[in-house]
């Protein structure tokens, strides 16, 4: 099954009628389309780290990004709810050229800290 798909937008690509949280990198904030399960959760997670990071390594490159948009989906496998893996995408409203705008996503790509805890694995424990 694959599913449970979100959208994180900021600037020229908020979400309409999506929920808007406060960010540090844009005036107007971040909205977010997504539904409230865990699965939904999980992959916002990804898509709203990689939307943070979008912004961080721009400002650091010198890049100036008017919107954002990050999507992000996968499934599960129903019998173990183990994630069979995330797939995410990225727009960019940028006055960047082509070639800076993907220099810009792949290093957000290897950068990005909630990507690279899931592409590790990691236990999960009760207390």
């Known amino acids: 099954m694959d599913g449970f798909a979100v959208v994180v937008g900021a600037g020229s690509f908020r979400v309409e009628g999506g929920v808007r949280f406060p960010h540090r990198w844009t005036e107007a904030g971040v ?45 599960f496998d129903t019998q173990s709810w183990a994630s069979t893996g995330i797939t995410y995408g990225v727009e960019l409203d940028s006055a960047a050229s082509a070639e800076e705008q993907a220099a810009l996503i792949e290093r957000v790509d290897r950068v990005a800290e909630i990507p690279r805890a899931i592409r590790a694995g990691a236990p999960v424990q009760r207390r």
């Open 31 to 75: 909205s977010v389309g997504a539904e409230f399960t865990g699965a939904h959760l999980l992959h916002l997670a990804a898509a709203g780290c990689v939307l943070n990071d979008l912004y961080r390594e721009a400002a650091d490159l010198g890049i100036r990004l008017d919107g954002v948009r990050v999507t992000a989906s996968g499934g």
